[in-house]
């Protein structure tokens, strides 16, 4: 096979795991704070048998960890900080799907804490996206504090972000980190708890067996030093739109005023095992939570991820750099949950893994302030060599999860 | 008035018994004719088989757990998720189903019905109709469990499919499935009310109270129960005793 020049510093061999659907391309979560434009991205392992550090891991999940004792851990935290004097004592940052209700609900009503729930609002709320975050509130029984930033910039460097990274989700993401400590500060809250570790999908596993989130997820020094959307906060400023005080929702908390404060970052899916599917029963039932009225465009589900108009440009995006669409995500956590098959997962990435989100596109160009041929033009910009190739004036991938 | 059956409702994702909520997230639940026959010893009228991944992954597989069902179990089987040709139905017939339901493709070719009909009889074609409420009294039909939009009116549809040789319709509400919050009743009666074939009430009943209302207040002619049954919620025997003291006729046993 001759090799073709792999962007981004991914492997330039296509490999996809023998047990899920996800390629060796999938990367892992990066500090988004100094997230560069070439900089050499970290990806999924895969061990010598050709199965997923994810499968792994699942594998681990399953055989080997005591989740009793586990919870014990769990409630040791919590009793730690647990308060009965009308203040809250813990933060959970999220939108109201069923992973942040189910973490949410359960802390309240199960472990008798206090949460209150934060939220970095979507780019634009989808109609089931509000509905669902009203009734996890009104339902549900939590209270909550919406935060939303200046359209204006966070437009701004949505658009940075897409063009520069092809990552339009990169400040939303950088966001919804700050706010849970940043609000855990605010208030005088030292326990911060989201749902589940992004690492079970792919990030080092070592990271799996702390229940804390590095603290460089979320800290930085100087803040016109931070790069957004590929470029320098102080270079952005310089332009002469914006001021440095705009950025104030972006600014991080610096470590040593984390730990002044005593702020730590715990995740629940480190104490409870955690399966998307029954966070799905659980906030049906506990706090009302809909699925959507019709199945996401680029995947089959339609229960997770619905909030956000512009989610789907998310894994539109993923596919276009990694090869990886949103139906792969989806049936790669399926098969490790033993809710489908490996051939199921194949088919279902078949069909939907490179759907165009036209629903959406509208709200999406409009959002970013760009024409759809400077849409298409970004787009084709990021498509690796080694990922894609032009077949009869048609983008194609090159190695298919179906062929292999 | 003729006796109000009550079904027992299996949706099968490859070898498993499974349960969504509003179609979505299935749920292992089991074997599922481990439950079959448990639903049939109780005395449940009928049972209905649906593959609900068979239009999502283009596959019928249910052929090996309906011909394992035929030996078992003596009530009338209905069959659907994957019909999509006059083959399908002989095929499925042959594996013991007596009765098969199609959604999908008779969406996609409605002329599928009254070939269906003509060939098999009515009797033999029920239509399944996934229904989502869009707006005070109107409804629109989906295909692929629920995860795809047709922008067809449910009314105008099952009218235009009773035309065509459908014998009975299979209703599931997409916003109720799963939820035990009830039938959607306004949708049943609006049904009820503009066909002459049986309709088949599904999804949403959470306790014996639920069936009363939707025969008395929906005029449903059958009623469909997954999640109350699968969950142990409730025995067949347990509902027929009820529905009699609620002065609804029920096969006597």
Redesign the interface.
């Known amino acids: 096979m001759t090799s073709k020049k792999a962007f981004f510093g991914l492997p330039s061999e296509v490999l996809y795991c023998k047990k899920c659907v996800i390629s060796n391309q999938r990367p892992s979560s990066t500090v988004e704070f100094s997230h560069k434009k070439n900089e050499k991205k970290l990806t999924i392992n895969f061990q010598s048998d050709g199965v997923c550090d994810a499968c792994n891991y699942h594998e681990t999940k399953e055989k080997e960890i005591n989740w009793s004792q586990r919870e014990e851990q769990l409630l040791e935290v919590l009793n730690k900080y647990r308060r009965n004097d009308g203040g809250y004592d813990v933060i959970v940052p999220g939108s109201g799907g069923k992973d942040s209700a189910y973490t949410s609900h359960v802390l309240k009503y199960k472990y008798g804490m206090n949460p209150l729930t934060v939220t970095w609002a979507p780019h634009k709320y989808t109609n089931i996206g509000w509905q669902n975050f009203e009734s996890w509130l009104h339902k549900g029984g939590l209270d909550n504090i919406l935060f939303t930033p200046n359209g204006l910039l966070h437009r701004y460097l949505t658009k940075q972000a897409f063009v520069n990274l092809l990552h339009p989700f990169q400040p939303f993401i950088v966001g919804q980190r700050i706010i849970g400590p940043m609000m855990a500060a605010k208030f005088g809250v030292k326990l911060v708890m989201y749902g589940e570790n992004q690492a079970e999908y792919g990030n080092n596993p070592k990271e799996n067996f702390k229940p804390t989130m590095d603290t460089k997820f979320f800290s930085v020094s100087d803040p016109k030093d931070m790069i957004i959307g590929g470029r320098s906060v102080g270079g952005i400023i310089e332009e002469g739109n914006f001021n440095l005080n705009d950025f104030t929702p972006y600014i991080p908390p610096t470590v040593d005023f984390l730990e002044d404060k005593g702020v730590e970052v715990h995740y629940l899916g480190f104490y409870h095992k955690w399966d998307p599917?029954?966070c799905?029963?659980y906030a049906?039932e506990h706090t009302g939570f809909?699925?959507n009225?019709?199945?996401t465009e680029g995947t089959?589900?339609?229960?997770s991820s619905i909030d956000d108009c512009i989610d789907m440009f998310h894994y539109y995006t993923t596919l276009i750099k990694f090869g990886i669409g949103r139906a792969t995500y989806d049936a790669a956590q399926e098969i490790r949950n033993?809710?489908?098959?490996r051939e199921?997962g194949v088919?279902?990435v078949s069909?939907f893994d490179q759907e165009f989100p036209n629903k959406y596109f509208k709200e999406f160009l409009e959002y970013v302030s760009l024409s759809e041929s400077e849409f298409h033009e970004t787009i084709d910009k990021f498509r690796s060599p080694h990922l894609w190739t032009k077949v009869n004036g048609e983008w194609k991938l090159r190695n298919l999860v179906s062929n292999n | 008035m003729r006796n109000i059956r009550l079904i027992a409702r299996l949706d099968i994702k490859g070898p498993n018994l499974i349960k969504g909520i509003h179609l979505e997230g299935l749920r292992i639940i089991g074997s599922p004719n481990e439950h079959a026959l448990r639903y049939y010893n109780e005395g449940i009228d009928e049972i209905i088989y649906m593959d609900s991944v068979a239009s999502l992954y283009g596959r019928n597989s249910l052929d090996d757990i309906v011909k394992s069902a035929a030996k078992d179990i003596f009530v009338p089987m209905t069959v659907g998720g994957g019909i999509r040709s006059l083959d399908d139905v002989s095929n499925t017939l042959r594996c013991g189903a007596d009765k098969v339901a199609v959604n999908s493709e008779a969406v996609k070719n409605p002329e599928l019905i009254r070939d269906i009909a003509t060939r098999f009889g009515s009797q033999c074609m029920v239509l399944s109709v996934e229904a989502k409420n869009i707006s005070p009294d109107h409804w629109e039909v989906y295909i692929d469990n629920g995860r795809e939009r047709t922008h067809l009116d449910v009314i105008e549809w099952v009218q235009r499919a009773e035309d065509l040789g459908a014998g009975e319709i299979l209703l599931t509400s997409i916003d109720q499935e799963g939820t035990r919050r009830g039938f959607d009743i306004p949708l049943v009666e609006a049904v009820t009310k503009i066909v002459s074939v049986p309709v088949i009430a599904s999804g949403g009943m959470g306790s014996s109270s639920d069936l009363a209302k939707v025969v008395i207040e929906g005029k449903a002619d059958a009623v469909a129960m997954a999640d109350i049954l699968h969950y142990e919620r409730e025995t067949v025997n347990n509902l027929r005793k009820y529905a009699l003291s609620e002065g609804i006729e029920v096969r006597d046993i």
């Open positions: 599917q029954e799905y029963y049906s809909k699925a009225t019709e199945r089959y589900s339609k229960y033993g809710k489908i098959t199921e088919l279902l069909k």
